[in-house]
């Protein structure tokens, strides 16, 4: 409908934050104060990113001119024009239906289903008292970061601005830095059995082909 309004939609700003966060936390189920705080990093990146969403365009208002001079016929101000991505690249149409949020949509769900079968090893190792070391820890060791990182970076490429631009090295800046403590605390715990573990998995990044150790190498024995 042409009549309704494109920003300002607070309540959708409040809905969509508070339905992606606890999405997002009954995937990660935070635990640990330092999981609280990686938490609620996230949520900030989700509240910067739906308030732009839909309640003030700040970045639009920012890059108006220069969009309303680059891109004469974009309606800077529409719903349409904060897909800034398919507007740059001069494509025409409905923007949902483009390359870069189709591509959005793959990011961001693949980091949930991510996070989801990362918590489901991680929970039954620490029940055991051993190194988790299968599904997805058996391909990178971070999977839980990972997958942040991976919706994080959905998000920009669905709906960029200037804000979540800055935010999102400083959360993967975090993140690694998260991951450092905990494998610090992992070889106190583990020993040679984390060692030999993280000698032969990628911390974030998964190699193209499996390691010649199994998973079976990093457990203690």
Known sequence: MTDTPAYGLWVLVAF?????ALFALSFARPRS????RAFSAFTAFLVALFTEMYGFPLTLYLLSGWLQRRYPDLNVFSHDAGHLWWAMLGQRGDPHL????????LLIGGGFWLVAAAWDVLYRAQREGRVA?????A?????????FILILLGFLVQWPT???????PVLVVMYLRLARREEAEARQVFGEAYARYAATT????PALRRPGQTGRAGRPG
């Open 162 to 168: 200037l804000l979540t631009l800055l935010m999102f």
């Open 139 to 147: 391909r990178v060791r971070h999977p839980q970061y990972a997958s």
């Open 16 to 20: 969509n934050t508070v339905v992606f």
């Open 133 to 137: 070391t299968s599904g997805p820890y």
């Open 202 to 205: 990628p911390a974030f990044f």
């Open 33 to 36: 104060p330092r999981d609280w």
């Open 98 to 105: 483009g390359l870069p949020h189709l591509l959005s949509y």
